[in-house]
């Protein structure tokens, strides 16, 4: 019995479904991987053959363009046949089970699925039933865990800041319903950034989550005292006008990312948000545009370590 | 067994068959001996060449058999990098690696070149040539031609800065 589902018993990648208990060396395998492909998107031909005859299924069971297209870009990059699937809008619809839909899909030689589903833990349902060889990366399950975003980030900080063992991050906003932040949160731990702390107001934060080895603040200006990364994160509209929080204008006042706030980090700290931003609610537009903000690096290291993942999932003897 | 000559003459051995090289022909080694190599004979050269390097670990063919992460040495891998500095549409192309067999990594190579553009012409120079080759690939240049055994190679290491060719039992 391998001892996360993610991984098959010689300890390599089989699945990409978290970053939570994903060793360190498998961690700095997908980083290293991805220096590899960043320099394919300068190229005349953006394209490399390790994919080439490969079907890539994007399950997109809740909405997102961006990912998609991401995941998309990448797997094309990789010379892969895409096939996307807006699930939300066909199958289910008509009563279809999940597996159900799985089990057809399989049925037409699927090698990856990119899944995206509002549940959590979707995709490991997915992954438990899919054939052998068959590689499941989950883009983003409920509340859960975004692997490749979180990896995608942890990518980005290294490339701008090397030593990931003397660094202060600071992720800021709606951690309670962030799947990116918890995935961010086990990748920066499990590389051994010393320091990782959270800011939000109480109705934001998880009850426990101390536990995850961060440190809360619910003033932003000395949680952000001498910060070396400060990862904004996405209020989703939904919650603005919900019973969490009294509006977006009051929440952009005390946690909105704004020059006299960032003055209290670092003077070279980065500035990062997964996207899609909410200019004026988490942040501020002079600073998502300013000379510390590194949001659009992180889209085109993203289509590098999603390319990462999957030639690291796709290749060789995967029958077991 | 045969000592094996020492790689500095080889090199001036291949800079003297190359002579003069085509103006505004790309000196391209390929990772990691064969960049080694192409250093040194950029230098050996009588005119001074553009440089390139190539890391060919995407352009295998053996991914389905090996995966990406197994091909090579992990650590190794990080420092490779393609690095091609001049557009090579309509340059000629002095491609370089240290030893020869199968042809496969030739082969993967020049995808890769082609991936730059749409080069005048290739040449293949390489330091030795130990047989056993499995695809129609012949080196233009080759300063040592060798016969080994089955289950045994030849390997060039590095030094310092000084490079020699060793046998290997596999």
């Known amino acids: 019995m391998p001892a996360h589902p993610q991984l098959d018993s010689h300890g390599n990648l089989k699945h990409l479904l978290t970053t939570e208990g994903l060793p360190k060396r498998l961690i700095e395998q997908i980083l290293d991987t991805a220096d590899q492909f960043v320099s394919i998107g300068e190229r005349e031909v953006k394209k490399v053959p390790l994919l080439r005859g490969k079907s890539v299924f994007n399950l997109f069971f809740e909405n997102s363009t961006r990912t998609r297209t991401t995941f998309e870009i990448a797997a094309k990059r990789l010379s892969a046949d895409v096939i996307n699937l807006n699930i939300g809008a066909s199958s289910t619809t008509k009563g279809e089970s999940l597996l159900d839909t799985i089990h057809n899909l399989a049925a037409m030689d699927a090698d990856m699925f990119i899944v995206r589903h509002h549940s959590s833990g979707a995709p490991y349902l997915i992954a438990q039933h899919v054939k052998p060889g068959v590689a499941v990366i989950n883009a983003g399950d409920g509340r859960h ?52 702390r959270v800011i939000g107001p ?33 209020l989703q509209n939904e919650r603005m006008n919900g019973p969490l929080l009294p509006s977006a204008q009051e929440f952009f006042k005390t946690y909105g990312l704004t020059a006299e706030k960032l003055a209290r980090a670092k003077p070279d700290a980065i500035v990062m ?35 990462a993942v999957m030639s690291l999932l796709a290749g060789g003897d995967r029958n077991e | 067994m045969t000592k094996l000559p020492d790689v500095a003459t080889l090199i001036a051995e291949l800079a003297r068959a190359i002579g003069t090289p085509a103006p505004g022909t790309i000196v391209v080694g390929i990772h990691t001996g064969g960049v080694w ?22 352009h295998r063919d053996d991914y389905d058999l090996r995966g990406i992460a197994r091909n090579a040495n992990h650590a190794h891998v990080k420092s490779q990098a393609t690095r091609m500095p001049v557009d090579i549409t309509g340059k000629h192309i002095l491609l370089v690696d240290d030893v020869v067999a199968t042809g496969r990594t030739v082969r993967a190579a020049m995808n890769e070149l082609f991936d730059f553009g749409r080069p005048a012409s290739i040449k293949l120079a390489c330091l030795a040539d130990r047989g056993g080759r499995e695809l129609p690939v012949a080196p233009d240049y080759c300063a040592l031609k060798l016969d080994i055994p089955h289950g045994e190679e030849v390997v060039l290491a590095k030094d310092g800065d000084r490079l020699t060719l060793q046998f290997h039992k596999k």
């Open chain 1, 273 to 307: 948000h997964p996207g899609p931003m909410n200019r004026g609610v988490e942040i501020d537009s002079p600073i998502a545009d300013g000379s510390q903000s590194v949001i659009l690096p992180q889209v085109t290291f993203g289509i590098a370590v999603r390319m």
């Open chain 2, 37 to 58: 190599v192409a250093e040194r004979l950029a230098a050996a050269l009588p005119v001074k060449l553009v440089t390139g390097t190539l890391a060919i670990t995407l």
């Open chain 1, 202 to 234: 109480r109705t934001l934060l998880p009850t426990d989550v101390e536990r995850l080895g961060v440190k809360v603040f619910h003033d932003m200006k000395r949680g952000l005292e001498g910060a070396d990364v400060v990862v904004m994160l996405r």
């Open chain 1, 145 to 196: 865990a975004h692997p490749t975003q979180g990896l995608l980030d942890v990518y980005t900080i290294r490339h701008f800041k090397k030593d990931f063992t003397r660094l202060t991050v600071a992720i800021v906003g709606d951690v309670l319903h962030s799947r990116v932040a918890r995935s961010q949160i086990h990748a920066l731990t499990t590389l051994g950034v010393p320091e990782v």
